[in-house]
């Protein structure tokens, strides 16, 4: 028999040298049944690793225990995470739908806006239009105060042009003929050479005729021959002066 104090293993051998347990030992008297107060006592004793250890198979027991908590934590970590992650993309997705549904609103108004000023310029345009033609209307009537150039005073005209062609003073010959009086008659040419180089069918991009650039929108059709045309000119100074000519009749 060998005994080991303490905390030691008790290892028993039989009357035929077999090993024999603690309790066994005890129901023969080898061990002194008060010092064995527990069972566990005994089970501790009868360990083939000696008291204070589990059985190896309850260590394994443990082992598989303990892997299946970890197995167990570590999948609901991963589920946490998982439900994180759905959470974060539907924020997301909520966060995109708001924005698109601003853009979208945006560009409603900006479309909205462009569609109301368009509707604007037109009617502002229009309004224009209207104004300009009751202007033009208007302006109709003075047409009537153009001094005509009658049978006899044209044939007198020409006759004095004709003379005049000698001399070079044909445009205030045809002035004077016109109506125009003595004292403007050199002004007169020189409004008219400044107007249309003495070119009867002078016509400007923007539409004035003759001579004297006359707008036919405003003062009727303008005649053909130079004194109609500088009598219709005189018919436009005696109502506006010389403002009519803002640039040459200065």
Known sequence: MAIVSGAAAYIFEGEEGTPTTAASAIDRGVIDAE??????????????????????????????????????????????????????????????????????????????????????????????????????????????????????????????????????????????AAGWPADQLAKVERVVMCESGGRTTAVSPAGYVGLMQVAPWLHGAVPADAVGQLAQGYGVYLRQGWGAWPVCGR
């Open 35 to 176: 010092a064995v107060h527990t069972n566990e006592q005994i089970r501790e004793l009868d360990s083939p690793i000696g008291p204070g250890f589990t059985d190896p198979a309850d260590l394994n027991a443990i082992d598989v225990a303990n892997a299946f908590h970890e197995d167990e934590r570590r999948a609901h970590e991963a589920a946490l995470a998982a439900e994180v992650v759905r959470q974060e993309a539907e924020a997301e997705a909520v966060r995109q739908a708001e924005a698109q549904a601003a853009l979208d609103a945006a560009e409603r108004q900006r479309a909205e806006a462009a569609r109301v000023a368009a509707e604007q310029a037109a009617g502002a345009r229009a309004a224009e239009e209207a104004r300009l033609a009751a202007a033009r209307a208007a302006a109709a009537p003075a047409v009537v105060a153009t001094p005509a150039a009658t049978p006899a005073r044209t044939a007198a005209a020409q006759n004095t042009v004709a003379s005049a062609l000698s001399n070079g003073s044909w445009i205030q010959e045809a002035a004077a």
